[in-house]
Nanobody, 121 residues
């Protein structure tokens, strides 16, 4: 069973950048479709980005498209989320999730613990 751990969060000012990492253990992460989600206080958990098992396909929510980039670093068994031009509305707990299913919107089976991203104005 795959275990996922997010890292790289923190406090930044609006316009700054952060890079989140989703590190896997127990399994090879390139065998999994991986998504990033976020949840702000009092709100539902929202989709942010996803990447196919091969890394050849990506998808983003409209709110982050053009600013965030999801990618794989298979040498580190991780999936990255590069977040540029951060806005206060990007502040949330960010989660990575994984699924053995192919490129689809089907539910993710495995989730990390989440990591805080705070953006001040």
């Amino acid at each position: 069973q795959v275990q996922l751990v997010e890292s790289g969060g923190g406090l930044v000012q609006a316009g700054d950048s952060l890079r989140l990492s989703c590190a896997a253990s127990g399994r090879t992460l390139s065998n999994y479709r991986v998504g990033w989600f976020r949840q702000a206080p009092g709100q539902e958990r929202d989709f942010v980005a996803r990447i196919s098992r091969s890394g050849s396909m990506t998808d983003y929510s409209d709110s982050v498209k053009g600013r965030f980039t999801i990618s794989r670093d298979n040498t580190q068994n991780t999936v990255l989320l590069q977040m540029n031009s951060l806005k206060p509305e990007d502040a949330a707990v960010y989660y990575c999730a994984a699924s053995l299913t192919g490129w689809s919107t089907s539910p993710y089976n495995y989730w990390g613990q989440g990591i805080q991203v705070t953006v001040s104005s």
